[in-house]
């Protein structure tokens, strides 16, 4: 006998298969079934709603949980201005391979070629931005899109999947059964004669250096990349968003990272190395015509997708399989350890030491202004290995990506392919539910938090332990300090006029402003030690920022 459902139960039903915990939107006619049967019906194992202030918002907590898990997000929004509001959090995911599935509400399919309310073409509108857009015309097929759209956004590279519904689908009657689940794919290793060249070259190479990239902070991929590293002893840069992959005991092997001004000590050794290896390694991160320029030497491209071949990328070597499997099966191509000559090794040594250096904090002149190394060491101290750190674009995101150390993968969360200013408060938002016993961090600029900073409303519901320091300076200031670099003089870029610690409060958060009653050091003793969310106010010393796009290394030094 076959059991009639909605479409909306059918989907509801396909997303429990599929183990999704959470579905965050803003609710609207075009969904109000789908949010109806999660949030009134008692239905078993049915994901927690989140309803929160602004849908792209809820696109970047979405891809968050993506980033994070590996699995998809969902987040479900109604039609019209709910489905455009999706755009910015998509294309953020899909730049940055953050596996999301989508659902936007459509007016019904007896509308869709009229003037009617709300009604634009959700597919063809954000179709550039994902990669699936597809409206569904049957409820029948809501199941096995959602399954496939699951499957596409989770499949390297990961990215978003969107799924147009027209009302009378989602409130339709259906009458197949559910997709269950979807299964891994698997990827294999390359060839074994691909694998000997693989070691040969990096044998042979005087100074070989890996530039490890955001697939290969996934888990897996970054357990074994440093199981290699104990058995070939040599340098390694990340890129910001693959942040965490050195772990404490390989910190002699890290050399920074990598992601915006060639001015780093990273992309000092990227161009002095004889053989470079990039390892689920990704453009947009850090374009290659920035790391590869004027440099000699090789390029060993290993990667879960084929790379991206420019007149500045044109790997030597391209290996494309399953990233730890395949750095296991190198393991093996050395049958003891290797360790680099005697002359490189004394080389990155200094290299090593000068780089410690640049985390120090000057001694200030101004109690009124907290400096950014300031802010960064006084947070290090607070912080374990397990605790989330959210950063938004801005100035404050340069120095984060810099200085601030992390020893495990996907704790420390930068946007570094779009760039997209207020994604540091939903992140956190989606960090803090998925680690309910952990405090969480998120940073970002005055200017950035606004971007956001409704969602404070969101922390508060549900009581969540997020720590959000607003380093403050009154301005748009990664865009003002590179403007005055350029023309003199920056316009356009002033902002500012609000207490943070006051508009914290208005939410029902913490607010505490570092000034004469607070210095750094006790407003984080005081946020850490807080139940809830918290916002932290800090005037901010950006006297040294112009020189963030400077050449800050001596080229002779090394």
């Given at each position: 006998m076959t059991v009639k459902k909605s479409g909306a139960e059918a989907l509801l039903e396909t997303m429990i298969n599929h183990k999704i915990k959470y579905v965050f939107g803003l609710p609207g006619a075009k969904v109000d079934k789908l949010f109806d049967i999660i949030e009134n019906k008692n239905i078993k194992n049915a994901p927690k709603l989140i309803v929160t202030r602004h849908e792209q918002n809820a696109a970047f907590m979405a891809g968050a949980i993506g980033r994070i898990t590996g699995n998809p997000g969902v987040v479900a929004v109604t039609s019209g201005p709910g489905v455009a509001n999706l755009a910015t959090g998509l294309v953020t995911a899909t730049s940055e391979g953050d596996p999301i599935v989508a659902i936007g509400g459509q007016v019904t399919r007896d509308d869709l070629v009229r003037r009617s309310h709300q009604s634009i073409a959700n597919r063809e509108l954000l179709s550039p931005v994902t990669k699936m857009s597809a409206e569904v015309e049957d409820a029948n097929n809501l199941s096995e899109t959602f399954a496939n759209a699951y499957q596409i956004a989770k499949a390297p590279k990961g990215g978003a999947s969107f799924i147009s519904i027209p009302q009378d689908v989602m409130d339709g009657v259906v009458t197949r059964k559910n997709i269950t689940s979807v299964q891994e794919v698997a990827q294999g290793i390359p060839a074994k004669t691909q694998l000997k060249e693989f070691a040969d070259r990096i044998k042979n190479a005087k100074m070989p250096v890996i530039l490890a990239g955001m697939r290969a902070s996934e888990q897996n991929a970054t357990s074994s990349l440093r199981k290699l590293l104990k058995q070939i002893n040599i340098p390694v840069v990340e890129t910001f968003q693959g942040a965490g992959i050195i772990s404490h005991d390989l910190i002699d092997n890290f050399f920074g990272r990598v992601g915006l001004f060639t001015n780093q000590t990273g992309d000092i050794l990227l161009s002095k190395s004889d053989l470079v290896i990039t390892i689920g390694y990704d453009p947009i991160e850090y374009e290659a015509r920035n790391w590869n320029k004027n440099r000699q030497g090789?390029?060993?491209?290993?990667?879960?997708?084929?790379?991206?071949?420019?007149?500045?990328?044109?790997?030597?070597?391209?290996?494309?399989?399953?990233?730890?499997?395949?750095?296991?099966?190198?393991?093996?191509?050395?049958?003891?350890?290797?360790?680099?000559?005697?002359?490189?090794?004394?080389?990155?040594?200094?290299?090593?030491?000068?780089?410690?250096?640049?985390?120090?904090?000057?001694?200030?002149?101004?109690?009124?202004?907290?400096?950014?190394?300031?802010?960064?060491?006084?947070?290090?101290?607070?912080?374990?290995?397990?605790?989330?750190?959210?950063?938004?674009?801005?100035?404050?995101?340069?120095?984060?990506?810099?200085?601030?150390?992390?020893?495990?993968?996907?704790?420390?969360?930068?946007?570094?392919?779009?760039?997209?200013?207020?994604?540091?408060?939903?992140?956190?938002?989606?960090?803090?539910?998925?680690?309910?016993?952990?405090?969480?961090?998120?940073?970002?600029?005055?200017?950035?938090?606004?971007?956001?900073?409704?969602?404070?409303?969101?922390?508060?519901?549900?009581?969540?332990?997020?720590?959000?320091?607003?380093?403050?300076?009154?301005?748009?200031?990664?865009?003002?300090?590179?403007?005055?670099?350029?023309?003199g003089k920056a316009a356009g870029v002033k902002v500012g006029g609000v207490d943070f610690a006051k508009y914290a409060e208005s939410f029902g958060a913490k607010g505490i402003k570092v000034d004469k009653n607070h210095d750094i050091a006790s407003a984080l003793d005081e946020a850490f030690s807080t139940n809830g969310p918290v916002v932290i106010d800090i005037p901010i010393d950006y006297r040294n920022n112009i020189e963030l796009s400077k050449q800050m290394i001596e080229d002779s030094f090394y």
């Amino acid at each position: 006998m076959t059991v009639k459902k909605s479409g909306a139960e059918a989907l509801l039903e396909t997303m429990i298969n599929h183990k999704i915990k959470y579905v965050f939107g803003l609710p609207g006619a075009k969904v109000d079934k789908l949010f109806d049967i999660i949030e009134n019906k008692n239905i078993k194992n049915a994901p927690k709603l989140i309803v929160t202030r602004h849908e792209q918002n809820a696109a970047f907590m979405a891809g968050a949980i993506g980033r994070i898990t590996g699995n998809p997000g969902v987040v479900a929004v109604t039609s019209g201005p709910g489905v455009a509001n999706l755009a910015t959090g998509l294309v953020t995911a899909t730049s940055e391979g953050d596996p999301i599935v989508a659902i936007g509400g459509q007016v019904t399919r007896d509308d869709l070629v009229r003037r009617s309310h709300q009604s634009i073409a959700n597919r063809e509108l954000l179709s550039p931005v994902t990669k699936m857009s597809a409206e569904v015309e049957d409820a029948n097929n809501l199941s096995e899109t959602f399954a496939n759209a699951y499957q596409i956004a989770k499949a390297p590279k990961g990215g978003a999947s969107f799924i147009s519904i027209p009302q009378d689908v989602m409130d339709g009657v259906v009458t197949r059964k559910n997709i269950t689940s979807v299964q891994e794919v698997a990827q294999g290793i390359p060839a074994k004669t691909q694998l000997k060249e693989f070691a040969d070259r990096i044998k042979n190479a005087k100074m070989p250096v890996i530039l490890a990239g955001m697939r290969a902070s996934e888990q897996n991929a970054t357990s074994s990349l440093r199981k290699l590293l104990k058995q070939i002893n040599i340098p390694v840069v990340e890129t910001f968003q693959g942040a965490g992959i050195i772990s404490h005991d390989l910190i002699d092997n890290f050399f920074g990272r990598v992601g915006l001004f060639t001015n780093q000590t990273g992309d000092i050794l990227l161009s002095k190395s004889d053989l470079v290896i990039t390892i689920g390694y990704d453009p947009i991160e850090y374009e290659a015509r920035n790391w590869n320029k004027n440099r000699q030497g090789s390029i060993i491209n290993l990667d879960s997708i084929l790379p991206e071949i420019s007149t500045d990328y044109q790997p030597d070597l391209i290996l494309r399989g399953d990233l730890a499997d395949t750095l296991d099966a190198l393991s093996e191509e050395f049958d003891s350890k290797f360790n680099l000559s005697k002359e490189t090794s004394e080389y990155l040594n200094k290299v090593r030491e000068d780089h410690k250096l640049k985390d120090i904090p000057p001694v200030s002149d101004n109690d009124n202004l907290v400096h950014p190394l300031t802010v960064i060491k006084e947070l290090q101290q607070r912080v374990n290995d397990d605790t989330t750190v959210t950063v938004d674009v801005g100035s404050n995101y340069i120095w984060m990506a810099r200085h601030f150390k992390s020893y495990e993968p996907r704790k420390l969360l930068f946007s570094n392919g779009m760039q997209t200013l207020g994604v540091a408060l939903p992140w956190a938002i989606s960090a803090a539910l998925l680690n309910p016993g952990q405090k969480v961090v998120s940073v970002s600029g005055d200017a950035g938090f606004m971007y956001s900073s409704q969602e404070l409303a969101t922390a508060v519901e549900h009581n969540l332990n997020i720590v959000h320091l607003v380093w403050n300076d009154g301005y748009y200031d990664m865009v003002k300090f590179q403007a005055e670099a350029k023309y003199g003089k920056a316009a356009g870029v002033k902002v500012g006029g609000v207490d943070f610690a006051k508009y914290a409060e208005s939410f029902g958060a913490k607010g505490i402003k570092v000034d004469k009653n607070h210095d750094i050091a006790s407003a984080l003793d005081e946020a850490f030690s807080t139940n809830g969310p918290v916002v932290i106010d800090i005037p901010i010393d950006y006297r040294n920022n112009i020189e963030l796009s400077k050449q800050m290394i001596e080229d002779s030094f090394y």
